[in-house]
């Protein structure tokens, strides 16, 4: 039995829930909710505490504040799209080797703040220096320490060395067990996480890749590059990766669960299709009327921003009638929609070859 559109969707929705642990599920700990997601968003402890909660009810921002202070199973550092995320301890290497060379290289930003050049530098050895000497340092010491090596603590130069010296493995956060805002602490990470074997940077994007799909797949990888924040090339290297680097439409269909129009050209002009004309649009039709793949138009009705799917994995498999049976199953099906007719109505309308609707067929679909 064919499922509707509209149920599969729904069920996909259910899938992603599931995968999210937004489903009724046995409770777990805060450390498989938080590597369930690929990290949680820590701009705010009390809003992750939330996120957190609604995954794992009863949790209390001092479970949390627990999980990083006592247990270190998690911790608070910078991350996807230079912003601040829980992560598994275990993880934190890995990523930082991902998004440190992206995030932690001072832009214009630092420039304009007086901490980009040697006066950076300058300012996140200073941060070493006393969190090796002092082991914990909250946000007034910190820019202490900062004000002494002549940066202006006035602004934001304290928040952007502090990213910068997390993304460099420098440091990470420890969030006040109370949730208070500005009450912080920051310590060395090698102080904090033990060490680990990393993985090379082209291990470490796949790695990234391979969560971000188990998180939030099935998605394409405009999508993880738009909740990496990574670079184009770096974000399309990892997912290469992972998805074994299909180029065919029905393969990357398979590997990566959706296509853009633009990621289908692409994968179209790696095996020599000249993507300038009409050929994707060909292409496209084929695939469709083969069984390979359907089309998801855009919720707003944008032009040129629908998905394509496999259609397997968007239609529930089912018992199909010999040809002659759906011929007849599709005669019928005019015929409720637009009889009385007759049979050259119905092939203009189909657009069938005469020999392809015999009579027999349309006599049988209910009309002689």
């Known amino acids: ?212 799909l188990q998180a939030f797949g099935p998605a394409a990888v405009a999508d993880f590059r738009a909740w990496s924040g990574l670079p184009a090339a770096q974000a399309e290297l990892g997912w290469a990766a992972v998805t074994g680097g299909a180029d065919r439409p029905a393969d990357a269909l398979a590997a990566e669960g959706m296509l853009t129009r633009p990621q289908v050209k692409e994968r179209l002009a790696a095996v020599g299709v000249d993507v300038s004309g009409q050929a994707p649009a060909h292409v496209l039709q084929r695939a469709a009327l083969e069984g390979v793949l359907c089309v998801l138009p855009d919720p707003h009705g944008a032009s040129g921003q629908e998905r394509y799917v496999l259609l397997d994995d968007w239609v529930s498999s089912s018992e199909v009638p010999s040809r002659e049976e759906a011929l007849v199953l599709l005669a019928s099906r005019y015929l409720q929609a637009f009889g009385p007719a007759g049979l050259q109505d119905f092939r203009a309308w189909s657009g069938l070859p005469a020999a392809q609707v015999p009579q027999g067929a349309w006599s049988v679909g209910g009309c002689k």
Request: hydrophobic content about 45%; proline content about 6%.
């Open 1 to 212: 039995m064919r499922i509707s559109r509209h149920f599969v969707s729904i069920a996909t929705r259910r899938a992603h829930l599931r995968a999210q642990l937004l489903d009724d599920h046995p409770p777990v700990g805060v450390q498989t909710v938080v590597a369930a997601v690929a990290g949680i968003q820590a701009q705010d402890i009390t809003a992750a505490a939330m996120s957190v909660r609604a995954r794992c009810p009863g949790l209390a921002v001092a479970d949390l504040a627990r999980a990083v202070w006592e247990e270190r199973c998690l911790v608070l550092t910078w991350s996807m799209r230079g912003t601040r995320h829980l992560h598994p301890a275990a993880d934190v290497r890995w990523l930082l080797k991902v998004f440190g060379p992206v995030f932690g290289r001072p832009g214009r930003r630092a420039e304009q703040l007086g901490i980009a050049g040697a006066s950076g530098d300058r300012a996140v050895a200073a941060l070493r220096d006393a969190l090796a000497a002092e082991g914990m340092l909250s946000r007034p010491q910190v820019k202490e320490r900062l004000a002494a090596v002549g940066v202006d603590v006035s602004g934001q130069a304290p928040a952007h060395v502090l990213q910068r010296a997390a993304l460099e493995g420098v440091l990470c956060v420890l969030p006040d067990p109370h949730g208070a805002y500005g009450q912080e602490r920051y310590v060395l990470l090698d102080d904090w996480v033990p060490p680990s074997e990393v993985p090379s940077r082209e291990e470490a994007l796949a790695l990234l890749a391979s969560q971000y």
